[in-house]
């Protein structure tokens, strides 16, 4: 009866019963074990080879987090469960050793941190990987298909853009900013070249945990954006600016004080539709205040995990007003967000869904990820990319039939009842994908999927063919070729 009790503890570690996997076979291997010596040498032995693998310790989709110590309590948290306490790790019965299983999707990439004895917080002393934070540095699990970020990294092969500091005096805040702006390569002040603009909100943050001039310089050496001037403005008090008591001064200051300033002593283009200004967290949520009250200054608005939720859902309650009084504005979106973030998770898929419906452009991602810099600093690209892409300049201005920009045009005929037409061209040859969605967002059929060259395509959508019985309604087809991508609502009537 003793041993039946510990092995339903130990099971109550594991969130999942399957056919035995490598890790749990170690652990009713040792568990089996009587002699206090040889649990010891088993797990000596399983540490070794596990960290040649790598820690947390991976099989199929469970990640095995381990601990050795001599600690009374020992618990994960992280991502995964809010950042509580309360995930408690399984001691193994005369072994200082603790474990803790769960199941992740095969993509995610999550924070975590250990916390001994109830309030102890520490990084997992096993895992060498680790991701800067806000509060600080978190140990990193990365599932086997989640694909680093290569443009992070900083590359000595290539030529780097110039980061000049400067400082601007508010009269709204009557406050000194400090400003970071990154000059690309090939910047002249005395050129009549100009360049779109990108804002920054938490911007030296944007810098340091982000790096974002490295994503800018490698984007930029291998064709993937424009050029761009970046602005990353440090904030003086974000809670009070961003979402609190002085986002009304911190608006103004960015628009009547800040844009004119860089605009005076940049070589800047100065079309809406060459301004972006993207933030984090509550960033995101001044940056959609900012563009949605000054779409004739800022038109392209990029939110990292907007938190719409101050002053009772301000900004978002004041655009779905508008919508449902069918008042729309002249602002291109894109909005990244991970599954691993609460509420935020619902109220950004409501936010894309309303804006797609009311036929905004808006490109989105949903990775597995939380509310950290790790999933912002890995996506910084895809909001720049989509904005600005690269398109190559015809050789000596010969176009050769090649698309001179990315469009996926609207579906003909639509509303449309069996079948309809999906076009589409691409000025760069990349992997294509084609897509089709209900309303609620669930995947109905994949049309494309393949590499195709730079050019104009056309498909069929037709319904007798999905082997799906779709009812009338509003449906989303969605065009990814490399990082850019477009999203398009059609009407089925029957």
Known sequence: MKKLFILLILLSAVDFIYPQNQFQQFIFHVNSITDPGLKASAVDSFMIYARTQGIPFITGDSANFMYRGSVSSISVAGDFNSWSADSSMININQTNFWFYSKRFELDARLDYK?????????????????VSGGFGPNSELAMPEYIQPWEINYNSSISHGTLLNKIIFSSYLNANYQLKIYLPLGYDSLSLERYPT????DGFEYVSLASAPNVIDNLIDSNKIKSVIAVFVRPNNRNDEYAGNKRLQYRNFFINELVPYIDQNCKTKVLASDRLVLGDSYGGNISAIISYNHPDLFGNCGLHSGA??????????????????GITKNIKWYSTWGTYEGSLTGTMNSFKDSLLIHNYEMGWMEKHEGHSWGLWRATIDDILVYFFPYYPTAVNDE??????????KQNYPNPFNPSTKISWQSPIGSWQTLKVYDILGNEIVTLVNEYRNAGSYEVDFNIPLTNYHL?????FYRLQIGSLERT???LLLK
């Open 198 to 201: 990108v804002y920054f909100q």
């Open 471 to 475: 009812s009338s309604g509003v449906y």
């Open 488 to 490: 398009k609502k059609m």
């Open 114 to 130: 250990f916390v001994t004895n109830g309030s102890n917080w520490i990084l997992d002393p096993e895992n060498p990987n680790m």
């Open 308 to 325: 719409f939720q101050p002053n009772g859902y301000e900004i978002y309650s004041q655009i779905m007003t508008d919508l449902a009084n």
């Open 399 to 408: 176009v050769h039939n090649i698309p001179q920009q990315f469009e996926l």
